[in-house]
T-cell receptor, first 114, second 117 residues
Framework: GNSVTQMEGPVTLSEEAFLTINCTYT??????LFWYVQYPGEGLQLLLK?????DKGSNKGFEATYRKETTSFHLEKGSVQVSDSAVYFC?????????????FGKGTKLSVIP | GAGVSQSPSNKVTEKGKDVELRCDPI?????LYWYRQSLGQGLEFLIY????????KSGLPSDRFSAERTGGSVSTLTIQRTQQEDSAVYLC???????????????FGDGTRLSIL
């Protein structure tokens, strides 16, 4: 079935540092790919998505490109802020006609220090 | 409100009791999902509703778990005879529709933190 593997955390960065969180996937076909973010004490929020190969999703300074050749969807941000401290999840739909169930990576906790 | 609403936000109960968790999806969203988030297991899919029907209950961990949805809107997840391993955060999500390679993003509530003593 479809699955994602994302880098283990925690990741600690200083403010204004460059961020990369790696995500690779195994999938049947070319499903949409998602990054979700969970701030402390809150539910998951959709951060960005890409629906086909070579698409770049972007939001709040974060970017991720759907790379079919490397089966990757790495999350990047050029200059992180303290407010970006959260847990980040890579996700894709389960295979099948419905494709509604999301399969999540284990999450990467990011802490940004001033 | 504009987002997915879950209640209660926190629930502490004794082992063996029944609990009921509620989810109010975004208005107009026909698809509704329940997930469980626990330290050891990460995020696990529990059940999916399209309208009031649940075509996929494959993620429910045991027959102590059940869920229903009425009026194509509010859903309740019921756990009977709770066990300590049921302690987790239960997340509800909704989307405009449930199919199509997941192109419709799922919008999550803040979850219910369930603690079984």
């Amino acid at each position: 079935g479809n699955s994602v593997t994302q880098m283990e955390g925690p990741v600690t960065l200083s403010e204004e540092a460059f961020l990369t969180i790696n995500c690779t996937y195994t999938a049947t076909g070319y499903p949409s790919l998602f990054w979700y973010v969970q701030y402390p004490g809150e539910g998951l929020q959709l951060l960005l998505k890409a629906t086909k190969a070579d698409d770049k999703g972007s939001n709040k300074g974060f970017e991720a490109t759907y790379r079919k050749e490397t089966t990757s969807f790495h999350l990047e941000k050029g200059s992180v802020q303290v407010s970006d401290s959260a847990v980040y999840f890579c996700a894709l739909p389960a295979p099948g006609a419905g494709s509604y169930q999301l399969t999540f990576g284990k999450g990467t906790k990011l802490s940004v220090i001033p | 409100g504009a987002g997915v609403s879950q209640s209660p936000s926190n629930k502490v109960t004794e082992k063996g009791k029944d609990v009921e968790l509620r989810c109010d999806p975004i208005s107009g969203h026909t698809a509704l999902y329940w997930y469980r988030q626990s330290l050891g297991q990460g995020l696990e899919f529990l059940i999916y509703f399209q309208g009031n029907s649940a075509p996929d209950k494959s993620g429910l961990p045991s027959d102590r778990f059940s869920a229903e949805r009425t009026g194509g809107s509010v859903s309740t997840l019921t756990i009977q005879r709770t066990q300590q391993e049921d302690s987790a955060v239960y997340l509800c999500a909704s989307s405009l529709e449930g199919g199509g390679q997941g192109n419709q993003p799922q919008h999550f509530g803040d979850g219910t933190r369930l603690s079984i003593l």
